[in-house]
Nanobody
Framework: QVQLVESGGGLVQPGGSLRLSCAASGSSFSISDYAVGWYRQAPGKQRELVARIFRGGSTNYADSVKGRFTISRDDAKRTVYLQMNSLKPEDAAVYYC?????????WGQGTHVTVSS
């Protein structure tokens, strides 16, 4: 069974930075077989895609985070990262990691990000 565990969330002031991590575990499992995305869901809003990185390393980002967030992956460590800079109050949400390929999809439990002075 594949498990995803997000970490790195917390309280940060506007303009600050956080680095989220998503660690995958499971026997005979390699994240290199998956596209990986970070999603977020704020209270009362739908879950939205923030950033995604594909098997070949190409990426895409929500317009609202372009230039501020960077997604990366370390397949050897089975870990995906989201570097978030210049955080804004509207970035506050629960952030979720997602792995997906043609056969499977997995979600983590989420990590909370609060942006407030």
């Amino acid at each position: 069974q594949v498990q995803l565990v997000e970490s790195g969330g917390g309280l940060v002031q506007p303009g600050g930075s956080l680095r989220l991590s998503c660690a995958a575990s499971g026997s005979s499992f390699s994240i290199s077989d998956y596209a990986v995305g970070w999603y977020r869901q704020a209270p009362g809003k739908q879950r939205e895609l923030v950033a995604r990185i594909f098997r070949g390393g190409s990426t895409n980002y929500a317009d609202s985070v372009k230039g501020r967030f960077t997604i990366s992956r370390d397949d050897a460590k089975r870990t995906v990262y989201l570097q978030m800079n210049s955080l804004k109050p509207e970035d506050a949400a629960v952030y979720y990691c997602n792995l997906v390929n043609y056969a499977s999809a997995y979600w983590g439990q989420g990590t909370h990000v609060t942006v407030s002075s």
